[in-house]
């Protein structure tokens, strides 16, 4: 437990101050951070909204039983860790011009509500592409992964935003996205430089995914060989985690699960060894692929062109 005055916090961000109220803030900040308040015998307790970062600076105002408020700076101190690095999901990123998002992963938790100032999509000539991103801020539970979404409004077509600021991605152009070096993980370090990713816009995805065209490479039985599904164009990384399950006489195979880094193949190892006889492998109907356009409808629907069929969401393939 580490100790500002008379305010409390632990390592994960928890304060607990003697008093009814308390409030915290960042820097010089006027506003306080979002958080919740629980009021204990005597304390009360803080848990900010967003994990607070090693290496700044807060002020932390409480106020005790008698009506009197306190003011205490406090720096959560770095802790000796590992310089962070970041890698995209799907790589290579080629990806349709109207692709709705790709993913940054981290190996570290990372600070979390400054993206927009930390992540910058450039053109062919270097300009920034100016609202390229949707502002919602999503990341895993453990802060190490950040969906980083394309502005729909602009990569979904007819709509005001495309219309009169143009698509965020051009089909056949090479953009470039950096990550400012200078974005801390939870712990306080940075990235130490940027770190560049090639973007290239292929065609307009209109189309739903069609499992009936994905490759199964079958295992044989008796042995724990992987269980390999390739894909006809990429798919939603993440969602491929919990998408496909596999079974055998109608009770699920448990084994693990990976997406390739270019989310062109999904991959399963079992936890047993494979037995002989026809596996069923049951597909989410809402795995989507990198525009948005999942099993049972695109992501752009024409009222005024017929429907496209729901596709299949089973697959079956024959361990020998």
Not at 66 to 72: F, V
Not at 165 to 189: F, H, I, K, M, N
């Amino acid at each position: 437990m580490l100790h500002a005055g008379e305010a409390r916090i632990n390592q994960s961000g928890q304060i607990v101050v003697p008093g009814v109220d308390v409030r915290v803030y960042r820097g010089d900040a006027k506003a306080p951070l979002f958080g919740s308040i629980t009021r204990e015998e005597k304390a009360v307790r803080f848990v900010p909204s967003l994990p607070l970062v090693a290496g700044e600076t807060y002020r932390i105002e409480f106020q005790t039983a008698d009506g009197r408020w306190h003011r205490e700076p406090w720096r959560f101190d770095p802790l000796k860790t590992e310089v962070p690095a970041v890698g995209l999901a799907p790589t290579p990123a080629v990806l349709p011009a109207n692709a709705l998002k790709v993913y940054l992963h981290f190996t570290q938790p990372m600070e979390q509500g400054v993206f927009l100032e930390r992540i910058f999509l450039h053109r062919q000539d270097g300009g920034v592409v100016a609202g390229a991103f949707r502002e919602t801020e999503l990341w895993s539970p453990d802060g190490r992964r950040l969906t980083l979404w394309f502005h729909p409004g602009r990569q979904k077509t007819g709509v005001n935003l495309n219309r009169d600021e143009g698509p965020v991605l051009r089909e056949g152009e090479q953009c470039s996205l950096r990550v400012a070096g200078d974005w801390r993980s939870t712990a306080g370090v940075a990235l130490g430089k940027d770190v560049t990713f090639d973007v290239t816009a292929g065609a307009a995805d209109h189309g739903c995914p069609d499992p009936l065209s994905w490759t199964v490479m079958a295992p044989k039985a008796g042995s724990r060989d992987i269980l390999s599904v390739r894909f006809d164009e990429p798919l939603d990384s993440a969602m491929l985690l919990s998408a496909l399950e596999v079974s055998l006489g109608g009770k699920p195979v448990e084994g693990q699960v990976k997406a390739a880094a270019d989310a062109r193949s999904w991959i399963f190892t079992p936890a047993q060894a494979w037995q002989a006889g026809e596996h069923t492998i049951h597909i989410d109907p809402l795995l989507e692929d990198l525009a948005g356009n999942n099993l049972q409808h695109p992501f752009e629907v024409d009222r005024d062109q017929p429907g496209q069929a729901a596709r299949a969401t089973l697959l079956r393939f024959e361990v020998r």
